[in-house]
Nanobody, 131 residues
Framework: EVQLVESGGGSVQSGGSLRLSCAVS????????MGWFRQAPGKEREGVAG???????SVTDSVKGRFIISQDNDKSTLYLQMHTLKPEDTAMYYC?????????????????????????WGQGTQVTVSS
């Protein structure tokens, strides 16, 4: 069974930075899509950024230039570096993953922000940005 455990959330003032981490463990395949999602109270869960095992990334427009998704060399930890945080970034942040024996070259780029495509989710970490 695959486990995803997020950490790094907290409370910051507008303009501040945080780095979220997601530790991945369990039986995985070498091909995957991973993503960061967020959900604010009363709103639907939305994709923030995605990455695949080749390191290709996707980022939603509202965080471009401010958030960076990355993974460590052994691909056991996913990161979301967040800069210039705004109050509208306040949400519960989740990491998600889906693993494959093989996948099409650009599959993750097409599905990265679709919650239905992921079958493993972390428990979430809260990010609160005050003005």
């Amino acid at each position: 069974e695959v486990q995803l455990v997020e950490s790094g959330g907290g409370s910051v003032q507008s303009g501040g930075s945080l780095r979220l981490s997601c530790a991945v463990s369990g039986d995985t395949y070498s091909s995957y899509c991973m993503g960061w999602f967020r959900q604010a109270p009363g709103k639907e869960r939305e994709g923030v950024a995605g990455i695949d095992d080749d390191g290709r990334t996707s980022v939603t427009d509202s965080v471009k230039g401010r958030f960076i998704i990355s993974q460590d060399n052994d691909k056991s930890t996913l990161y979301l570096q967040m800069h210039t945080l705004k109050p509208e970034d306040t949400a519960m942040y989740y990491c998600a993953a889906v693993f494959f024996r093989s996948r099409a070259y650009d599959y993750c780029s097409a599905i990265w922000n679709d919650t239905e495509e992921y079958n493993y989710w972390g428990q979430g970490t809260q990010v609160t940005v005050s003005s």
